[in-house]
């Protein structure tokens, strides 16, 4: 079992850049594959970047691509989601997901029903 909790939401200015994190429990943290996800009022729940085992493979939303980044520190068991050039409609519930990918593979993915674990979620709100 693996416990997700992000942190580093709150409220910002457009143009921002505020960077989430988000902590992982478990000593297996290096061999899952993990994505971050969104989710508007009133909206269905979005892929926003992902991330593979070791941090060489890596894929964006169209939405956020260039201004995003996704990395990772297997020492610290963290991944973070490096946010740039916020907008408006960049505000929504953000959620960090794991998947054990049992090896250490190259994968990455961007469906939120590939992930096994999930995170309670950090609020983002982005103010014009």
């Known amino acids: 079992q693996v416990q997700l909790v992000e942190s580093g939401g709150g409220l910002v200015q457009a143009g921002g850049s505020p960077r989430l994190s988000c902590a992982a429990s478990?000593?297996?943290?290096?061999?899952?594959?993990m994505g971050w996800f969104r989710q508007a009022p009133g909206k269905e729940r979005e892929f926003v970047a992902a991330?593979?085992?070791?941090?060489?493979?890596?894929v964006y939303a169209d939405s956020v691509k260039g201004r995003f980044t996704i990395s990772r520190d297997n020492a610290k068991n963290t991944v973070y989601l490096q946010m740039n050039s916020l907008k408006p409609e960049d505000t929504a519930v953000y959620y960090c997901?794991?998947?054990?990918?049992?090896?250490?593979?190259?994968?990455?993915?961007?469906?939120?029903?590939?992930?096994?674990?999930w995170g309670q979620g950090t609020q983002v709100t982005v103010s014009s």
């Open positions: 997901a794991a998947r054990d990918t049992r090896v250490y593979s190259s994968s990455v993915y961007v469906r939120a029903s590939e992930y096994q674990y």
């Open positions: 478990g000593r297996t943290f290096s061999r899952y594959a």
């Open positions: 991330i593979n085992y070791g941090g060489g493979s890596t």
